[in-house]
């Protein structure tokens, strides 16, 4: 079992950028592949950025490609999320998730662990 918690949201001005964190509990953490997901006001849960057990395989949803960055490091149980060039539109809540599919998934109902979110709010 994996505990999240996020920080590091907050608002921002438009082309702006901000850094996400989750911090995992446990000694499992390398077993899991990670994924970073936002929900804006009256829309579902998606999937922006997943990232390996190893760090070796990514994904970015097609919204944040070439603006957002995931990464993790193993030894400090922690995985990022480097969001450039923001926008408004990508206002929600973003949380982080953990699932024990081998490789990454891209699928929201295979994440078996979550955090409690952190607001992000771009302004135009």
């Known amino acids: 079992q994996v505990q999240l918690v996020e920080s590091g949201g907050g608002l921002v001005q438009a082309g702006g950028s901000l850094r996400l964190s989750c911090a995992a509990s446990?000694?499992?953490?390398?077993?899991?592949?990670m994924g970073w997901f936002r929900q804006a006001p009256g829309k579902g849960r998606e999937l922006i950025a997943a990232?390996?057990?190893?760090?070796?395989?990514?994904y970015y949803a097609d919204s944040v490609k070439g603006r957002f960055t995931i990464s993790r490091d193993n030894a400090k149980n922690t995985v990022d999320l480097q969001m450039n060039s923001l926008k408004p539109e990508d206002t929600a809540v973003y949380y982080c998730?953990?699932?024990?599919?081998?490789?990454?998934?891209?699928?929201?109902?295979?994440?078996?662990?979550w955090g409690q979110g952190t607001q992000v709010n771009v302004s135009s």
């Open positions: 990232i390996s057990r190893g760090g070796g395989s990514t």
């Open positions: 446990g000694r499992t953490f390398s077993t899991y592949a």
């Open positions: 998730a953990a699932s024990q599919t081998p490789g990454y998934s891209t699928t929201l109902r295979m994440y078996d662990y």
